[in-house]
């Protein structure tokens, strides 16, 4: 009966304050945002020098040496992953998952400061987000259509053409003058929710989250102590997040709307449930706080809310920061797959062309050789000769469907893919893997200001050496 009476004088006082009092009693309640300057370094300024010539180097790299071998072996039909100059040159993406109304949006809006504008991002309690919104730079504030953002080469997302133009009404775009936008790239997504068929939402989602995930430098895994369930949808996602375990992060959001005893309940809980879907050695690493822009609520653990809030931005900045660092080893680690892509169809060409005889059936060999390649020693072959780690190997059934539709007559060998001016395709993969790359990786780590080689910038005449032709 007391607490009633308390909420009854408490919103006479509100109607009988004045416009400043609200003013006042609106002001008092936000959170304080200095920290987020400071521990982000917005504003220092960046080396946009080095930064733009390094980004030339790699791209230069890419299209001489690894490029030519990925078209030549047509290695993006295995894996449907080519990249384009707008990924190169790309911001950090972060990407956001979670259930429906758990305080995605909301977080973004803190983060950039856009509670009470006009250009918020829409927040409720029941599910808001039905597209992907991708929160960008721009030099003014507008919106971008799904299909301009596809259409446009420039940027990164041309390939989710591919996904349907039910999707493409699903992408929006956010422009804005930013800081924080100026160094990263926030993606929204919309929020799981376990009772709806995938099938409902008219676009292959889990397919369009793999493609986010892929390309996503930090993932934010946000939950809220009244969503801990995992579903199918939600386990579903946890599986496609395997292999990428170094870049989520969990948030338990909304903190500070519990008693002490009752968080570390939860956040009990939240392990109990996640547990079976991240096999791992190492848990990913948990914050606990409260992400939004009002303060945090009386007699709650504010002060450790704080410094997790602190150590999630330092968590982000650092992925700010070695952003072209992540960049130089993704391009490496696309080249090291395109080059065991490589090596893998020649053996198969090699394999096919030694079994063949003047009376036999082509269709027949090579069926035989795609369906039991371990009896030809495809693989084991890759492994004893070039120094092929086996957990790099793609799975094998892979090729079934990838020769099904590329005949391997279509394919040279490696030791016919040479030119006298071009050179050989897998001496120059090999060397941006072992030498230019690594290279590239150290002039920035030591704060040099790379340059192109002298043979990068004038060509060098020496002949090629084709170490695959028999003498």
Known sequence: MKGLVWICCFFSLLALATPDEEEVVTESILRDRSHIEETLRLATEQKSGDYAAALQRLRKIYHNSIKPMEQAYKYNELRQHEISDGEITSKPMVLFLGPWSVGKSSMINYLLGLQDTPYQLYTGAEPTTSEFTVIMHGEKIRSVEGIVMAADSSRSFSPLEKFGQNFLEKLVGIEMPHKLLERVTFVDTPGIIENRKQQERGYPFNDVCQWFIDRADLIFVVFDPTKLDVGLELEMLFKQLKGRESQIRIILNKADSL??????????????????????????????????????????????????????????NQVIENRLENKIAFVRQHGIRVRIHSLLVDRYVQTFK???????????????????????????????????????????????????????????????????????????????ITADLPGLLSSISSNKNPTLSSCEATGCGEKPKNRYRRN
């Open 354 to 432: 030694e079994k063949m005889s003047f009376f036999s059936d082509p269709e027949l060999v090579f069926k035989e050789i795609v369906a039991d390649p371990d009896k030809f020693y495809i693989f084991k072959s890759i492994l004893a000769k070039t120094n092929v780690s086996k957990f790099d190997l793609p799975n094998r059934d892979a090729y079934r469907d990838f020769f099904g539709i590329n005949p391997v007559t279509s394919f040279k060998q490696l030791s016919a893919q040479c030119s006298y001016m071009g050179g050989c395709l897998l001496e120059k993969i090999e060397r941006a």
């Open 259 to 316: 008693a002490t005893q009752d968080l570390m309940r939860v956040y009990g809980a939240l392990f109990w449930s996640l547990a079976p879907l991240i096999n791992v050695t190492e848990p990913p690493r948990v914050y606990v706080s409260s992400f939004w822009p009002y303060d945090y609520a009386p007699d709650t653990s504010r002060d450790l809310f704080k410094r997790e809030e602190i150590s999630l931005l330092e968590d982000l």
